[in-house]
Nanobody, 115 residues
Framework: VQLLVFGGGLAQAGGCLRL?????????????MGWYRQAPGNQRELVAA???????NYADSVKGRFTISRDSAENTVYLQMNTLKPEGTAVYYC??????????WGQGTEVTVSS
């Protein structure tokens, strides 16, 4: 099973983008879906996460601007990114973790925010 990432691209500061991440097949017992990003020279960081119970968690840098949501039936997670900032330029990845702590990763998509 692969995670397929859609969206990303180029946006101006203050603009918005929407990312989607869908599993190519059925993944059972997903405990956690998350979006991460890695800027050049930086470590990968967690941007937003949603648990199987629907609770969400955001990095301080994106609170109030990004929203994570999911379609559990379709094993799909979304990231709505509003009021984008140039420091948000990075490669964005999605990751799922199942109940056995096995991680699935998407291929990453580039997001570039111009000032």
């Amino acid at each position: 099973v692969q995670l397929l990432v859609f969206g990303g691209g180029l946006a101006q500061a203050g603009g918005c983008l929407r990312l989607s991440c869908a599993a190519s097949g059925r993944i059972f017992s997903i405990n956690f879906m998350g979006w991460y990003r890695q800027a050049p020279g930086n470590q990968r960081e967690l941007v937003a996460a949603i648990s199987r119970y629907g609770s969400t968690n955001y990095a301080d840098s994106v609170k109030g601007r990004f929203t994570i949501s999911r379609d559990s039936a379709e094993n799909t997670v979304y990231l709505q990114m509003n009021t984008l900032k140039p420091e948000g330029t990075a490669v964005y990845y999605c990751g799922f973790r199942n109940r056995y702590d096995y991680d699935y990763w998407g291929q990453g998509t580039e997001v570039t925010v111009s000032s």
